[in-house]
């Protein structure tokens, strides 16, 4: 079959490789599309020790069961021979958090796509068997394209669960990626007043407003204080009852503490790169303004399931966010687009 390997730091090549094999508690998938995450674009740019090369990157997939082993626990509503996502945090299932209901904070998770579990860049990928509960059936006729942004888009849930917005609340979204994107359209959704966006770049922010701009009631390039200021100037110097952080930036995090209102609510979604995850926050912001500050980090079981239907849903909202989309063997070009920042979700169609 053919795969594409991750072969060195910002070199890929596609190729022939074996077909994975059956396992007895597992599954084979047919890859009909896989998103690539932006865990797969920083493995890609700066290398990860889970991904050894030659190595086969992508957890977002979405395809056909051609093969189910003989032993295999398949979850409720999925048969051979369906089209199913196939979620990427991999849980033991049995520790405290998994029984709790907060699969994504398992004491022993794993993610599909890195080491011992190859990806699904490729024609074929192995389900294996500790990811047979993460399969979900597909609506019959949701694109297979957009269904792969299943797994972002149910982390990007968890970050507005966790907002906890309610009705008449400002929300500010730090960053207009995809997840800031899908954000938007959930915290419309859950009641918000007024959403706004801002983004450090005009172009990613100008590819945002194209896709989600009915959503939006005001949107800016933010300038040297992150857009602190704009915000106070819109709300007569109260700032706002929601904020996510929806990029990696360490400014953009304390931006969020000095535009928050008094008693506000922010979410971390991003994570910052793990060889300098420290940030310089005023915890005197936290401490006068009684600030709520929470982390948002992956997705739960339950989390996946909403997502799928939201998105049968709401597919005509959403589909604009998956800007690209390339055959296998133009991956690097894909990963170039994600470079350039030209693009919002790039899908690959093996």
């Not at 932006?38 to 997939?61: C, I, M, Q, S, Y």
């Not at 709790?100 to 904070?105: H, I, S, Y």
Request: glycine share 10%; aromatic share 6%; net charge negative.
């Amino acid at each position: 079959m053919r795969a594409a390997s991750m072969t060195d730091v910002n070199a890929i090549a596609v190729g022939d490789v074996e077909e994975p094999k059956l396992d007895p508690r597992g599954a084979t998938l047919k890859v009909e599309a896989c998103g690539i995450c932006g865990t797969d674009a920083r493995t890609f740019f700066n290398g990860d020790p889970k991904a050894p090369a030659p190595w086969v990157l992508g957890h977002e997939p979405v395809g056909t069961l051609v093969e189910v082993g003989l032993d295999a626990d398949l979850p409720e509503g999925v048969a051979a021979g369906d089209r199913v996502f196939l979620g990427s945090i991999l849980t033991c299932g049995e520790c405290r958090w998994c029984t709790e209901g907060f699969q994504n904070l398992c004491e022993h998770h794993l993610l599909y796509g890195y080491d011992p579990f190859p990806g699904a860049y490729a024609e074929y990928a192995a389900v294996p068997p500790i990811a047979m509960k993460n399969l979900i059936p597909l609506p019959e006729d949701l694109p297979s394209d957009l269904a792969t942004v299943a797994d972002p888009f149910a982390c990007a849930l968890n970050g507005i669960e966790q907002l906890d917005i309610q009705l008449g609340d400002t929300v500010m979204i730090l960053g207009t990626g995809p997840i800031g994107c899908w954000q938007a359209v959930m915290a419309r959704d859950r009641g918000a007043s007024r959403v706004w966006m801002t983004d450090v770049s005009k172009d990613r922010l100008d590819l945002a407003l194209g896709v989600v701009g009915r959503f939006i009631d005001d949107a800016w390039v933010a300038g040297e204080d992150n857009g602190v200021q704009d915000v106070l100037a819109r709300t007569d110097g109260v700032g706002v009852e929601r904020v996510s952080v929806a990029a990696p930036a360490k400014p953009a995090q304390q931006a969020a503490l000095e535009m928050a209102a008094k008693r506000a609510r922010v979410v971390y979604f991003a994570g910052l790169p793990k060889h300098d995850p420290v940030s310089p926050l005023d915890m005197n912001q936290l401490h006068y303004k009684e600030l709520s500050i929470l982390g948002a980090y992956g997705a739960t079981h339950r989390q996946y399931r909403i997502t799928m239907d939201y998105l049968n849903r709401r597919r005509e909202d959403l589909e604009g966010v998956v800007t690209h989309r390339f055959p296998l063997e133009q991956i690097a070009d894909a990963f170039e687009t994600i470079r350039s920042g030209s693009g919002l979700k790039m899908v690959i169609l093996p």
